[in-house]
């Protein structure tokens, strides 16, 4: 097989990239260790920023998004048994998130890439990258009961945080920065419409809760846990015990409850790696970095990486110069921090601190939170990182 770019990972990164050289006129082929039913399913984020929205529009892939997606212009944020909105619309000249599932992102992407004649390999088994500080790089990968070796001109690693990609690249050539947190989420998908049409950001002595949805029907809700608890822990009776605990207010408000359809637990992390290029081979997305869902912005951030290397990659092709494709990195890497600043901050400013002996973190997260819900500045300092800033 030969393609211009071989893309390793069906995730968002991976399938945008690949609509976004399609639509320069560049060939790519996917490689997804999955099959297509398991990544559609696939449960993960559901907070777009405006940015991303209107990129996904600008490839021809907006329409459900447009007719199902759930527009937003506020969050709450809890804590002290009372609630506070951040009307980020108003705060930021008119821009809004909107709520639509990672999985239906996925399904609408590679809905495009398979009517446009794009190749996804899906259930790629054994995948590894070849040669890839030569110009000549290889994927080789078991597809169909036969091994391929996919001849390429460029590498793009959209293969997520436990991919083959980046471990390919010598120790030596990374830099990395980890910073890993002291808890966990419990999350659940339940049949119950959402109590309120917007999020609640939850700051609770038990720890943190947030409530979210996916569409009027069904409700997305989170609980912070520790982070070595396991599932069976977690009986349906006491999610909605603690869901009632952190997210009741004063007033006696509590959060709609239905069958749980789903349920799982998402370690914290916040993750980079510098820099996000060796050779032939670009890392985009959760391959390069993670951040805590708290900021919701995994998935955008991902998505934007993909942006800047497709807009790289055209460059490169039509004028022979190498001068954004140098710079892919660093351009990235200035959006990457900014955003992890923004989901470090927020995870530490609502989550429950167990090393707090004499309750100082405590105080001081009361402080910040009555900071932004205060002072216009400090709230809309939350506001235009919540919905994305254009200029990092
Ligand atoms: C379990 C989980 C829950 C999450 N929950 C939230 C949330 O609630 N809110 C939030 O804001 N963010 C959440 N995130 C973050 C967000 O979903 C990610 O940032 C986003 O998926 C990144 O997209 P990506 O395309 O870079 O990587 P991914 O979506 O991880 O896609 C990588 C793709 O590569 C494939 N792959 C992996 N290895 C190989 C291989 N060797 N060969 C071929 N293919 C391979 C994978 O199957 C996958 O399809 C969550 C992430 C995870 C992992």
């Not at 989420?185 to 996916?214: C, D, K, N, V």
Request: hydrophobic share 40%.
């Amino acid at each position: 097989m030969r393609t211009q770019v071989a893309i390793v990972g069906a995730g968002p990164a991976g399938l945008m990239l690949a609509q976004l050289l399609h639509g320069y006129g560049l060939e790519s082929i996917i490689i997804e260790r999955h099959d297509r039913a398991y990544i559609e399913r696939r449960l993960r984020a559901g907070v777009l920023e405006q940015g991303t929205v209107d990129l996904l529009h600008a490839v021809g892939v907006g329409e459900r998004l447009a007719r199902e997606g759930l527009v937003h212009h506020g969050i709450y944020l809890q804590f002290e048994g009372r609630r506070h909105r951040i009307a980020i619309s108003e705060l930021t000249g008119g821009r809004a998130i909107t709520v639509y599932g990672q999985q239906e992102v996925v399904k609408d992407l590679i809905a495009a890439r398979l009517v446009a004649g794009g190749q996804i390999c899906f259930e790629a088994g054994d995948v590894s990258v070849h040669n890839i500080d030569t110009a000549q790089p290889r994927v080789r990968v078991r597809w169909q009961g036969a091994e391929h070796e996919i001849e390429c001109d460029v590498i793009a690693g959209c293969d997520g945080f436990h991919g083959v990609c980046r471990p390919s690249i010598p120790t030596a050539a990374l830099r990395v920065y980890q910073k890993v947190y002291p808890f966990a989420w419990l999350g659940i998908l339940a049949a119950a419409p959402p109590a309120t049409h917007e999020l609640i950001y939850a700051y609770h002595e038990r720890g943190f809760a947030l409530q979210s949805m996916r569409s009027p029907e069904l409700s997305r809700l989170y609980v912070q846990c520790a982070p070595d608890d396991q599932i069976d822990q977690w009986p349906d009776e006491r999610i909605w015990r603690e869901l009632r605990d952190r997210l009741a207010l004063d007033d006696g408000w509590a959060p709609a409850e239905g069958p749980i359809l789903e349920k799982s637990i998402t370690t914290m992390r916040s993750f980079v790696v510098d820099p996000m290029r060796y050779g032939r081979l670009f890392l985009a997305g959760d391959a390069a970095h993670v951040v805590p869902p708290t900021g919701a912005k995994g998935m955008n951030l991902a998505i934007a990486d993909v942006r800047v290397l497709a807009e790289a990659l055209a460059d490169w092709y039509r004028s022979g110069q190498t001068g954004l494709l140098d710079a892919y990195s660093a351009t990235c890497l200035r959006r990457v921090w900014r955003i992890q600043h923004f989901s470090w901050w927020m995870t530490a400013m609502l989550h429950r601190f167990d090393d707090d002996p004499d309750g100082f973190q405590h105080q001081l997260q009361l402080s910040q939170l009555r900071y932004v819900c205060g002072s216009q500045a400090a709230a809309t300092t939350l506001a235009e990182n919540y919905v994305g800033i254009e200029q990092v």
